[in-house]
Nanobody, 121 residues
Framework: VQLQASGGGLVQPGGSLRLSCAAS????????MGWYRQAPGKQRELVAA???????DYTDSVKGRFTISRDNAKNTVYLQMNSLKPEDTAVYYC????????????????WGQGTQVTVSS
């Protein structure tokens, strides 16, 4: 299973970006999909997560500005980021809890390669 993230870049404060992350491979289903971020010198933190049924969770600092969504048919998760602030600058990683398409349906956590988001004037 591979997770391919895209959509990062440089944006001015107050701007918007949309991140995408597509999972591919021997996938039976995906439970939770999420976005994490890691700024220089800081620990990786959960930004937002979405369950297969659509329920969502956000870290307090992004509530009202970021929206997570997913397309289950495409095994893809999105993060719409609005009103971006310099403190949102980080490498953003997608994560997926995947049930593999084998008889045993084992469950594994997978990570994308990370995409840089820089918010600066």
């Amino acid at each position: 299973v591979q997770l391919q993230a895209s959509g990062g870049g440089l944006v001015q404060p107050g701007g918007s970006l949309r991140l995408s992350c597509a999972a591919s491979g021997s996938i039976f289903s995906i439970n939770v999909m999420g976005w994490y971020r890691q700024a220089p010198g800081k620990q990786r933190e959960l930004v937002a997560a979405i369950a297969s049924g659509g329920s969502t969770d956000y870290t307090d600092s992004v509530k009202g500005r970021f929206t997570i969504s997913r397309d289950n048919a495409k095994n893809t998760v999105y993060l719409q980021m609005n009103s971006l602030k310099p403190e949102d600058t980080a490498v953003y990683y997608c994560n997926a809890e995947v049930l593999l398409a084998t008889i045993a349906r084992p469950k594994y956590d997978y990570w994308g390669q990370g995409t840089q988001v820089t918010v600066s004037s």
